[in-house]
């Protein structure tokens, strides 16, 4: 499967959605590649999303 065959949802609300589960780790673990720039955030949730990009 490629990461151009997910089909997420158009909105992903928190209060409805748990955006590690429903978006990050189905993404991560069909990209080859993950690239990120912000100015400030938690890494928190890379701890997470982390079995999205394990590689097997």
């Keep these: ?5 997910l089909a997420p949802a158009l ?3 928190t209060s409805e959605h748990d955006l590690i589960r429903d ?3 189905p993404a991560l673990t ?3 590649r993950y ?3 912000v100015g400030c955030f938690a890494s928190g949730w890379l701890r997470l999303a982390a079995q999205g990009m394990v590689t097997g």
Aim: charged share 20%; aromatic share 18%.
């Design 1 to 5: 499967m490629s990461l151009r065959s």
């Design 11 to 13: 909105l992903l609300n």
């Design 23 to 25: 978006f990050f780790v």
């Design 30 to 32: 069909h990209a080859f």
């Design 35 to 37: 690239d990120r720039s």
